[in-house]
């Protein structure tokens, strides 16, 4: 049996939530290994529909064990609030069904208000990056720069107000240039010891559970969030996140080896979206770009916020084929694709005169990046519902054909629609 590990090829909300709770149920062990709660996604599992931001998408599902990585940063606020959403919904969520790694970093109110308290300050001088707010990227800054609260030191309460010190006095020096208020120790202190009762049951030594489960044969599943461009070294940056997004952070973000990851399925939207600031170099800011939107309800789970639409860019998902060792791609809404008497594939750059097969990593060449097209003849009949390739039209096949020579990865399942059964199955990464 296979373990598994789940990316996106592009910039995010590429269609991973359908596919992860398809995954999810063949799975018994699904891990989140990077991230926060800035990245939400949609389940629906017999007719009820579930939105998570920071849980694993096996919580909705019995007899399935969840796992909140190393590789995360915690908001704890925003998981009790979490977890009492979907307690609402008739999920029972307990210790013996979810795990929180003991040395996971805490996101804190402070890291919320510097957030926010910087993309304000860059909104003002016009280099923003879009963030979500959310204090994500601060708390893996504490996290490197040594000086983060984690989930253990919740249980420790003798040394946590010298760990609480140390932390606030970085902030209050940033807080103080950027002309805010200080933070006090004991305001701090009550946010962290308000929460601890409901976080601690939940701790444990993740990467003793991860290997006593592939010892014993079970299925694992790697959920990752975002997608390979929104990666801090390997994205568009610094439009990026502030994490490793691609799947070899699945092994650092969870406590397993590499040797550990047997299948990497590249989740691959059959068009190109964005959302917030960075190069677009297919976006569609006119007609096509709004069919796109419209007809993919292209607005983000988390933030509400419009995606920016285009055209399927080959050079950036063959990119993150190679990056990601992806061995096959999901492939999400082609129906949203019906209809157009013409589709634009990207299959190149053009960069100050010559022609490119790949995304430079220079900020200023991404912006100056020109695509070249290859126009395929679209389709009217609908691709929507299939469960077959003998009910998709023959344009759609060879559309989906032509992709997998683009980008050197064959299609291991194909989505037709926001059901989850509407899934054409070619090849079961669990049983690769």
């Known amino acids: 049996m296979a373990n598994v590990v789940v990316v996106g090829s592009q910039w995010g909300d590429e269609g991973k939530g359908k596919i992860v709770d398809w995954l999810s149920e063949r799975a018994d062990v699904v891990v989140r ?13 017999d007719g009820k529909t579930y939105k998570l931001s920071l849980l694993p998408s096996g919580v909705v ?51 919320r ?27 893996y800054e504490d996290k490197v720069g040594r000086r983060a ?23 209050n020096a940033l807080r103080r240039g950027l002309g805010h208020d200080e933070v006090t120790h004991e305001a701090i202190m009550q946010e962290l010891t308000s929460v601890a009762d409901q976080i601690l049951p939940y701790m444990d030594r993740v990467w003793r559970v991860l290997d006593d489960r592939r010892r014993a044969g079970e299925r694992i599943l790697f959920e990752g969030a ?17 994490s490793n997004t691609v799947a070899g952070q699945a092994a650092a973000g969870s406590g397993v080896g590499p040797g550990a990851i047997d299948y990497v399925l590249g989740i691959t939207k059959a068009y190109t979206t964005r959302v917030g600031e960075g190069p677009f170099p297919t976006e569609q800011t006119g007609e096509v770009g709004d069919f796109l939107g419209t007809r993919g309800r292209e607005f983000g789970v988390v933030t509400g916020r419009k995606r920016r639409c285009g055209w399927f860019d080959a050079v950036l998902v063959r990119q993150a084929v190679a990056v990601n060792g992806i061995k096959g791609i999901a492939l999400t809404k082609l129906d949203v694709l019906d209809g157009l008497d013409e589709i634009k594939v990207c299959t190149g750059y053009r960069l100050d005169g010559e022609t490119i097969d790949y995304l430079p990593a220079s ?41 997998e020579e683009l980008i050197g990865a064959p299609v291991a399942l194909l989505s037709t629609s926001p059901e989850r059964d509407d899934t054409i199955l070619v090849t079961d990464p669990f049983q690769d």
């Open 33 to 45: 290994f990077q991230g926060g709660h800035n990245a939400g996604h949609t389940l629906v599992v």
């Open 61 to 111: 599902r019995e007899g399935k064990l969840s796992i909140i990585g190393n590789g995360v940063v915690f908001d704890p606020h925003a998981f009790v609030a979490e977890l009492g959403k979907l307690k609402a919904l008739g999920v029972s969520i307990t210790p013996d069904c979810l795990k929180i790694a003991e040395n996971t970093a805490l996101i804190l109110s402070l890291h």
């Open 113 to 139: 208000e510097l957030d926010g308290y910087r993309e304000d300050a860059a909104s003002n001088s016009g280099t923003k990056i879009g963030t979500t707010r959310r204090g994500i990227g601060p708390a």
């Open 149 to 171: 609260i984690r989930v253990m030191d919740l249980a420790d309460l003798e040394t946590l107000p010298s760990k609480v010190d140390r932390l606030l006095t970085h902030h």
């Open 226 to 242: 975002q997608g390979t461009l929104l990666d801090i070294d390997h994205g568009t940056y610094p439009f990026v996140t502030s």
């Open 363 to 403: 900020q200023g060449a991404q912006a100056r990046v020109e695509p070249i097209y290859e126009t395929l003849q679209g389709w009217q009949d609908t691709t929507a519902g299939a469960r077959s390739w003998n009910e998709l039209p023959a344009q759609a096949v060879k559309y989906v054909r032509h992709i």
